[in-house]
């Protein structure tokens, strides 16, 4: 698996953008965050259409304004097709108002490449990477299947790493740095 100091495989995947009829997909790119010199938030979860995957895409949506204050894109993505993922925002309520795209890696090319794939199905772990504009790994954090993410610590990593400065244990934004 990929870790810290490596850099964040480039890829351009299709990726379920808008429930809008003609606009629902567009290709999304590794590049688009370092033209931009923002930092990249990218999380991938096994399976659509599954009961703690939602919770994970509506927790990192609800912070999604709080990401973009931190001059960070938000990418969530799986193994399923852009058809599917748009299948799924229609289906579930939770999903509809998404305000990142939903990336597909179904040919498996990225989800390989930073060795997040799992079992006999190969479907992505619950990984959580962050990167920064130049496209280095500064963070990656992957939970167990039955286990969900902590949003406010992603932010909280966000912050310690955008600081770059020693931060101690329990370091939150606005505390002192050693």
């Known amino acids: 698996m990929l870790t810290v100091g490596d850099t964040f495989p480039a890829f ?10 003609g606009k629902e997909f ?9 033209k931009q ?3 990249l938030v990218i999380f991938f979860w096994p399976y659509d259409f599954s009961t703690l995957c939602p919770t994970e895409i509506m927790g990192f949506n609800e912070k999604y304004d709080e990401f973009l204050e931190r001059d960070t894109l938000v990418y969530g993505g799986s193994t399923d ?5 748009l299948a799924w925002r ?3 309520e939770g999903l509809k108002d998404l305000k ?5 890696d179904h040919a498996k090319k990225l989800t390989k490449e930073l060795g997040i794939l799992a079992g006999k199905d190969e479907v992505a772990m619950r990984a959580t990477f962050i990167v920064d504009p130049t496209g280095v790994i500064r963070w990656v954090c992957v939970n167990h299947i039955i286990v969900g993410r902590n ?3 992603v932010l909280r990593t966000l ?13 939150k934004k606005g505390g002192k740095t050693l």
């Open 100 to 104: 990142f795209p939903m990336i597909s």
């Open 26 to 34: 567009s290709f999304i790119s590794s590049e688009e965050h370092k």
């Open 37 to 39: 010199g923002k930092w």
């Open 12 to 21: 351009e995947l299709q990726a379920c953008v808008s429930l809008e009829k």
């Open 159 to 171: 912050d310690a790493l955008q600081m770059n400065a020693l931060t101690p244990c329990n370091w």
């Open 151 to 153: 949003i406010d610590e």
């Open 81 to 85: 097709t852009a058809t599917v993922h």
């Open 90 to 92: 229609n289906h579930h």
